[in-house]
């Protein structure tokens, strides 16, 4: 049977989905025993799949590093059985801070063989948040590299849980070097047996308000996943010989369990590196290492349609299918992807909390310019109104999705009331505002609250406010997204000023300093504006909404 006559059920089969009897609808499957290390690459580890390369790692000195399904799981098994010696036990909370790298790989591995929980913390983090995350979570041990840690380690106060660093990439003061810790271990470390439900990842996450807030994910999010990755990646997963690679950072969802567990669950090479991002060095890599999937965020795509005829100038480009989200993706870049790169592109929605109730699949319907996407099998995307109430196709609607999502986090660490916020009634609550069309593709329409999604990152107004505040010229401020055509939003801060004191371009950049050097580059405010009056709400603080409104005002012809 030719491609153009398959159906729908014939283009899914395989998949993990099945008829629920109560609905009729379909639903997402999962085993009752799930682990994502033996459901990944401890299924591939032995037999004729051993020898085939996992992971593929290329230095910044141009060094490449291949791991064998084999090699990698029994370094993953050696190194829990060495944690494991630590002390570590099922529960624990264990920090990776090392992006893009072997270590990051084997050290996801081992602690979800120990039955422990992962806890991400990006590289691109300052101390502040570092500090934070490490606090709140409560994690026992730290998996770092010397480059990275040695700058922060005396940066963010004290960690009372922490009470071991592992290091890798040379000696760091009070840490264990990890080539002595892998190597003492045993590859016969028998994992422990986990549940669909139990714990596996914390990924932390920027909300409206406050510092960012715990998302615990279960084992079970590897197999929820696997119904939508598989239809982002075009229904060409179970393909042989496909190479996977993101430039997303391994700490978020987009990098690690869009790309690097999808490809692992179905017995591919992923390709790994720590290079900045730029769309020429992106094809020469792509090229290099016969790149055919890849998830990007919108920024990074419409980068790539910067560069004048790619085909011609890297014609041993094997890119088939690259993914999207974080933020709406441009029709016209959608539309250069398909025309002049050759690719296909499908765009998917989500939260951290729960995700990919919305997305697009080519080989199941055809992509419309500016829309999300449709509803995904096994997935419930509705849209209501502030009563929970659902809306007719061509009105604006909050979208939200059911208990039932198989996708769903089981809830923000430590924090039972924001996870209780996000339920009204039967529904729980994205804080997305889209339109569905007749033909029940889905339209962005913004946020109910005040995070800004820039660039694919979710960036919380609140810290960079406090941290603006502790700046001795800043009496008040407030933060909010402004329109930007290159990364949906970008950061604006409004700035009141100490008496006294003259806002001006030093001072910006000064400004900009205080927040790179405390929460990490991608929160640095890209425009600040000094004011000698802010708007506020009646309890007398900065209206956040008043100043969106001015922007929004602004761009609006």
Request: hydrophobic residues 40%; negative net charge.
């Amino acid at each position: 049977m030719t491609r153009e006559f398959q159906t729908a059920a014939d283009l899914m089969h395989g998949l993990n989905l099945a008829p629920d009897p109560a609905t009729g609808r379909q639903r997402i499957t999962i085993p009752a025993r799930v682990n994502i290390a033996a459901d990944t690459v401890g299924r591939y580890a032995a037999g004729p799949a051993a020898g085939r390369i996992a992971l593929l790692h290329e230095a910044e000195d141009g060094t490449v590093t291949r791991l064998t399904y084999a090699a990698l799981d029994a370094r993953a098994r050696r190194f829990a059985a060495s944690l494991a010696a630590l002390g570590a036990r099922p529960g624990d909370r264990i920090a990776l801070h090392l992006g893009q790298s072997p270590e990051a790989a084997i050290g996801h591995l081992a602690i979800y063989y120990l039955g422990g929980i992962v806890v991400t913390v990006s590289q691109l983090y300052g101390p502040e948040t570092v500090g934070h995350i490490l606090r709140d979570s409560g994690a026992t041990m730290l998996l770092t590299a010397a480059g990275h840690w040695s700058p922060l380690r005396d940066a963010f106060g004290p960690t009372p849980a922490l009470r071991r660093v592992i290091a890798t990439g040379g000696a760091v003061t009070d840490a264990t070097a990890w080539p002595d810790l892998e190597g003492a271990g045993e590859s016969s470390f028998v994992p422990v047996v986990t549940a669909a439900e139990d714990p596996a990842l914390l990924i932390y996450s920027s909300g409206s308000t406050g510092l960012p807030k715990g998302v615990l994910h279960a084992h079970r999010v590897l197999w929820a996943y696997n119904v939508s990755t598989s239809l982002f990646y075009n229904l060409e997963i179970a393909e042989p010989d496909l190479v996977f690679w993101t430039p997303a950072d391994w700490a978020w969802v987009g990098g690690w369990n869009d790309t690097v567990l999808p490809a692992w669950f179905h017995g591919h090479t992923v390709v790994s590196a720590q290079h900045r991002f730029s769309a020429d060095w992106a094809y020469v890599f792509m090229q290099r290492h016969g790149i055919t999937h890849s998830f990007m965020t919108p920024t990074a795509l419409k980068r790539l349609a910067q560069v004048p005829e790619p085909r011609r100038r890297w014609p041993d480009l094997k890119l088939r299918t690259v993914w999207t989200g974080g933020e709406p993706l441009p029709g016209a870049t959608l539309g250069w992807l398909t025309d002049h790169l050759g690719v296909v592109c499908n765009e998917g929605y989500g939260l951290t909390e729960v995700n990919h109730m919305v997305g697009n699949c080519v080989r199941l319907r055809p992509a419309k310019p500016g829309s999300m996407g449709f509803e995904l099998p096994g997935h419930v995307a509705a849209l209501i109104d502030e009563a929970g109430a659902t809306v007719p196709d061509g009105e604006v609607g909050e979208i939200v999705t059911t208990e039932a999502c198989a996708t769903l986090f089981l809830g923000y660490w430590g924090r039972p009331d924001l996870t209780a916020a996000m339920r009204l009634g039967p529904w729980v609550r994205t804080g997305d505002l889209a339109v569905r069309d007749a033909e029940g593709y889905f339209h962005y329409r913004g946020r109910t609250d005040d995070l800004i999604k820039s660039a694919g990152f979710r960036i919380g107004p609140a810290e960079i406010e406090d941290c603006l505040a502790s700046h001795p010229a800043v009496a008040d401020c407030g933060v909010v997204g402004a329109p930007d055509a290159e990364r949906g939003q970008v950061v604006q801060a409004f700035v009141r000023l100490q008496e006294g004191v003259v806002g001006d371009a030093d001072l910006a950049e000064a400004l900009r300093d205080h927040v790179r050097q405390r929460l990490g580059g991608y929160k640095v405010p890209r425009r600040i504006v000094f004011r000698t009056e802010l708007p506020e709400t009646s309890s007398g603080k900065v209206s956040r909404r008043a100043l969106r409104a001015e922007l929004l005002k602004a761009v609006t012809p």
